[in-house]
């Protein structure tokens, strides 16, 4: 059983940076991603990385802004969130692709169907 564990959230001013971190435990994923949700809205992709080749992925509203990486083991994610705005206010969670991935192969990286495993989520707060 996959178990992630997130850490790294807090509150900045817009403008400023934080460096997320989501350490695995319990086995490997092919796809591992960051989701956010803020209060109202639903839970969106933001960023995801294949493992093994470190392709990354993103959503528009992060690009270039965000960055995902992973360790040289591949046990810890890392999300470095750039130039940070008051609407990246939200829970961010870690997710890793589900096991029984192959019933749905054409699943897109930032879609929440292909994950199955999730992190408890760490609050990011931007003032402006």
């Known amino acids: 059983q996959v178990q992630l564990v997130e850490s790294g959230g807090g509150s900045v001013k817009a403008g400023g940076s934080l460096r997320l971190s989501c350490v695995t435990s319990g086995g490997t994923s092919r796809f591992m991603a960051w989701f956010r949700q803020a209060p109202g809205k639903e839970r969106e992709g933001i960023a995801s990385i294949y493992t093994p080749s470190s392709t990354a992925y993103y959503n528009d509203s992060v690009e270039g802004r965000f960055f995902i990486s992973q360790d040289n083991a591949k046990t810890t994610v890392y999300l470095l969130m750039n130039d940070l705005k008051p609407e990246d206010t939200a829970m961010y969670y870690c997710?890793?692709?589900?096991?029984?991935?192959?019933?749905?192969?054409?699943?897109?990286?930032?879609?929440?169907?292909?994950?199955?495993?999730w992190g408890q989520g760490t609050q990011v707060t931007v003032s402006s």
């Open positions: 997710a890793a692709e589900r096991s029984d991935w192959w019933r749905q192969p054409s699943l897109g990286p930032l879609s929440q169907g292909k994950y199955g495993y």
